[in-house]
């Protein structure tokens, strides 16, 4: 599925279609299919119950957004929508016991999944090649700049390992965000599985296993430290990617012109080649920590379920991760095709020489440190 | 067109509609034949070619997106589409002597205008509603509270004045933001119109006209300041109404009961009634702070336009629209049907009484105030 | 009073000094002198017991900060501390019928008047500096660039221009809410002024004339529009020195040397010229967005005064104005003493013609808009 | 030190006094110290000068603040004013061949691992105090609210459970993140430490030994994401703070009062009691959102040093670890504190039961979640 054009480079594709209709349907009706067959399986509801909610395998969204807004809550009228495609005895035991919180925060939870899966092969795609770049270079010579002034020489194999030191450890914390933050929402009306008697910890056990998920060791209804973090890792991620798409657009200038990226064509004027990978990158990092803002400062919330906060953060989290992954996509793809131009840095390096003070080429501990960032993440 | 389900309470169906791929087209399609008709008009370009490029009223967006993050520019892909679509010979005058931006900027405040028109309506709405159950209960003595405590006495009607009030100045200075930011851009590739020799700013004045905008004294390419204002501004319009949410949700709590919205059933307990429109509200409201925060944070633009910031803008600035759409919808229609208790008020008045040593019944200058306010916005 | 260390780039002296302790309770005394003054004026209190208040000069801060977390409010330690200082029986008439957000709100609005005063002698100089170099440099040459890239050439007027049409656009806009939000607060308990009878309006007139503010139409307590107007365009204004900021440090790379700033050692590379003033205003910018987001997430405040949001907002309103002041003072100094290069301008254009095909030397209309700009301000 | 008036609510005088003027200093003589020990042990220079060096122990501040606006950076005028006060001889070997980033970045390490002693002391009481509560309260029932409104039963004790675990669970990360944002900071001009020949690496191993810190791989200048952790994750601990204190406030409005604050008197209103300990932990609260945005807005560093988002942190930095100080320091006191009322908690209960058709008594599996949280963290 295409992204929406305002969204160009705020998304791709593929993120897109993980938080379109089509899929946040099929993940809220994988949750009712699973519930059905967990109690089934417990000998709470009927097999061919269970058996006929799990056929149901597509759903008619176009009034449910809308409906949404009367109930606040995407899960009453997508429940009644459920229902009413079922014979009524089965629809009786549709969403049996459970809250609307369940399905729409197990919802989001198994979204989250497939985006891990997306991004965590571009990252991969990402890192290798930023290992790669740097090995290439590690001998190639170049400015170190502070302040976007010249300091001293440096090579661009050790500048790429800062790049690729900074990704990996955040995206080795984002990791084990998504490791924490990928549990079962499961607590009924008020977090008590009250509707289930004593087996309501059996229950979530069996439904958490039937959507491959861990259940964590209570509900969380109101509490959204876990999926924070999760946010929080991929702000940083993502900044940490914007770094280096901010280098690489400096590198490009003309008049320093040491590395250059591939496309970038200009509408208006033939002569230019854009960093566009960059731009991309940026762009789609640029609004991240808002977004983080936005999802913290709707983190304390009433009592057992907010009356605003939790239902903010469906399009914030959704945000973030097409950010993420959008900005990820540009910048493996930059790299990968990134073209270095060993002898304009040496050159710049020279004619800076003769119109400041430069000390010597001393290299320093740079090879050093660069094989143990490299070395590190191994 | 409905909105996408993950944006339930982010956006509503008109303001989805007006930020979708259609309504985009239809701009950038829109500037590109006026550009070619002001165009003609001065003799610029011949009027055949314009009368063909005026007819095209639909493109292909299937690829546009995608495309769009190869060249960091939505124009560039939409250009080839269009010329694509007109014979080579009109195809040549196509956007000729504007730049990416001119197009992209100038459809961003054509679909602003649109998104003016129906926040404006909703507006009008909820200020009437608001004044009208001001004035209902200038009489109605209720609770004062401060920190979440009890005070004094005052009236309902003032408290709605209150409300009133803020809404009312925070809508007068989004509308004059708009006002501002609702005007052309055209500068070309370099904001100096070098492609029309000294006719470009005649040009300008001709292409606004063709649009019914202003054209402002020179492009602001990377001058986002009249964007900000509008979007600072949508943040305390909202905010505003979000105020309002959170004190009717309070005060519709059951152990207060003192008002109650009209809808909100709940999945799991039929005996509960949420304040949803309340709810809708502030989930609409509650990411805003952090979206005005996305686009300052994108101001400080690069040269003559930036590597970023400037491409990071439409999904913010859509986003905060679409949430002031959203958070004024669902209150309006909070305001309209809301129930006022003045029984319960005095019975909470005078059971507090009870327990807590409040001074009398007197309601000072609360009258006063409540006229002033409405007065001031007549 | 010297700022911080921590803070060395987030304020000035000047600005550091408005929101000390020393000037925090002159602030509030001021307006328990007032109060006095105004009620004895209206025989509500007696002239010796005003007299004894107004004479008050300083007070011990030593324990107010401790003592006002306990109560939730700076207003009542001092309140105590204010009437141990007089006989009992003057006590006994300060701070009558005033609530402590009186109190607050209108000191905060006192040191925002003086705040002000610095922040528009600032920017005078400034807006004075950015003319005189763009009159000066009409018609020097250079390149524009967009993306980083090279596009057409434009003039270091035009281009100085822009600076100075976005900085003065914004001192507008916040001079104008500075006009709307430097109000009195003067509400008593529940915003009612009860404890007045019906002389509350006639003593908050008479109070604003003693304090030189204006009365506006009734208490704002939990409506906080006013206030967030100004930080916002503080946020605008800040993101518009950025800019100019950052467009310094991209001229003054060594390899583009377009102009450059006076000062900016390096301590470990006596080689190296910094972008120092640049840098300051872009470290004092960089955190006011984030700001921004602060004061409008507290901003749905409950009720007639909030319970955590209100009493959030002085450190956020303190850092904005203090980040407004100093990224100022940097930029202010930076332009006065900044170094034009044109002859590097032509060079660099004329380099970069050999390297790519670019166009003629042709400045369209940028005199024109150059002139428009300027013109509007005047 | 007490805490300035502004920021009563915002730090404490325990941790405004680990980012004061003296404490800054401080850290910074001991970076300087500490280097110079550790090249005289490494033999690099004599030690004499370590000596004399490790014996300056305090700095005349005045005016350093200003002067570091002029060389943007306040290491220079420090750097300045200790040689000034070693004889010439000594003074040549102060900071040799270090650079401003590592006394800054590593002065702002040694404080932040005196904030977290601060911090890890509140946070142990404050868990403490959780606990005690949730085991005392765990047959205490009182009704789950979910959207403000009434839900099903459940206990106090699970209630307390779920704050408890995501404190419990934030202090973890918040923990993690200290342990991997304290390390030293050091890599000379350009991150190479090429004034050090070969031997930078094992200076830096002396240095960080002398300084009792960790060294990490390599030289961090422009990559900030172990900082950017840090924040974050006070961010997530201090929402979660948040959360709690704002169901306090809601629990303690008198209409409902199943719980008590200690203190909070009013000035205008000697009946009034309020949440003062809830309310001072959601002013500090508040702001943190937009702080941690200011942070990762501020990541994308340039080259080898930022120009301007580098020199934007400390200020951020600092006041995000004091506002989690001072929620942290009233919510610990205010659970301390606190009176619960199981006899109004049945009553309220019980007096919905009879407006609304309020399903049984029954707690599901309320305790055992309540015991797998406290067990989960012992």
């Not at 949750?31 to 269970?50: D, V």
């Not at 050159?347 to 094989?371: H, I, K």
Request: proline share 5%; with cysteine; glycine share 6%.
């Amino acid at each position: 599925m295409p992204a929406r054009l305002i969204d160009s480079f705020a998304t791709t594709g593929a993120l897109a279609d993980i938080f379109s209709d089509r899929a946040v349907l099929a993940a809220m009706l994988r949750f009712e299919a699973a519930l059905a067959r967990a109690q089934a399986r417990l000998g709470m509801i009927p097999q061919w119950a269970a058996d006929a909610i799990a056929r149901v395998d597509c759903l008619d969204s176009a009034s449910l957004a809308e409906d949404a807004r009367a109930s606040a809550s995407l899960a009453i009228p997508f429940i009644r929508a459920l229902t009413r495609l079922l014979d009524p005895e089965a629809a009786g035991f549709v969403h049996w016991g459970a809250t609307s919180q369940d399905l729409l925060d197990t919802t989001l939870v198994l979204l989250l999944r497939l985006a891990r899966g997306v991004l965590s092969e571009n990252h991969a795609r990402l890192a290798s090649a930023l290992r790669t770049l740097s090995d290439r270079h590690s001998g190639t010579v170049m400015l170190a700049r502070t302040l976007l002034q010249p300091a001293l020489p440096t090579t661009f194999g050790y500048k790429v390992a800062g790049w690729y030191g900074a990704v990996d450890r955040s995206w080795r914390r984002m990791s084990r965000a998504f490791d924490e933050a990928l549990v079962l929402q499961f607590g009924g009306a008020a977090g008590t599985l009250a509707a289930y008697g004593d087996r309501g910890p059996e229950l979530a056990a069996a439904l958490a296993n039937e959507l491959a998920l861990r259940a964590p060791d209570a509900p969380w209804h109101a509490h959204r430290d876990r999926l924070a973090t999760l946010v929080a890792h991929a702000g940083i991620y993502t900044a940490s990617l914007a770094k280096i798409a901010r280098d690489i657009a400096l590198l490009m200038q003309p008049e320093i012109a040491e590395v250059s990226e591939p496309g970038g064509a200009s509408s208006a004027m033939p002569h230019k080649r854009n960093p566009a990978g960059s731009v991309v990158t940026l762009a789609a990092a640029t609004p991240v920590p808002g977004l983080v803002a936005a999802f913290l400062s709707a983190m304390p919330q009433e009592h057992e379920r907010a009356a605003g906060g939790w239902q903010s953060e469906w399009p914030t989290v959704a945000a973030v991760m097409q950010a993420t992954g959008s900005a990820l996509g540009a910048l493996a793809e930059t790299i990968d095709g990134l073209t270095v131009d060993p002898v304009r840095m040496r050159a710049n390096l020279d004619a800076l020489r003769e119109r400041v003070d430069l000390p010597g080429d001393y290299l320093g501990s740079a090879e050093v440190f660069r094989r143990r960032i490299l070395k590190d993440s191994e």
